[in-house]
């Protein structure tokens, strides 16, 4: 399924400790690379992300729209995670109390919002994965002690 819709800004990324999401754990050092992650964002790696990610996306135009009337792609976190090699993330979504709290009019079904939450997971994936391939140009500088174990 394709999502027809017009590209939106890429999220300004903010100076959070990844180690605060309930889905993050990043060792070592603290150096998170925001600026250059968000400067990439900027120079086509959100747009290029955001179209691979459209193309297959379950997301309907409804529930897209939900996504942009709840701002929750200002809610992305992108950042370096040395000791992995590797771009991190942290996608927004919502809350499993979202009928109670009455977050939108349209979400009317548990469906809805499990096609959101998942579909913004699989665009931050994509988005790491991008950046990772064709935006840094860095190696991780973490050196692990010379007294691990060999496995």
Request: with cysteine; glycine share 6%; hydrophobic share 40%.
């Amino acid at each position: 399924m394709t999502l027809d819709v017009e590209v939106p800004p890429p999220p300004e990324l903010t100076a959070v400790d990844p180690n605060e999401y309930d889905d993050a754990d990043v060792v070592g050092d603290a150096n998170y690379r925001r600026d250059e992650l968000g400067e990439f964002l900027r120079e086509g790696a959100w747009a290029e992300s955001f179209e691979k990610w459209a193309a297959d996306t379950p997301v309907t135009e409804e529930e897209w729209s939900i996504v942009l009337d709840l701002d929750l792609l200002d809610r992305f976190d992108f950042f370096w995670d040395d000791f992995a090699d590797r771009v991190g993330y942290h996608a927004p979504g919502l809350p499993e109390d979202w009928k109670e709290r009455g977050l939108h009019p349209g979400l009317t079904s548990w469906g809805q919002v499990s096609s959101i939450n998942a579909g913004l997971t699989e665009l931050g994936q994509v988005v790491c994965d991008v950046l990772k391939s064709e935006y840094v140009d860095w190696e991780a500088e973490y050196d692990a002690p010379d007294d691990l174990p060999d496995f």
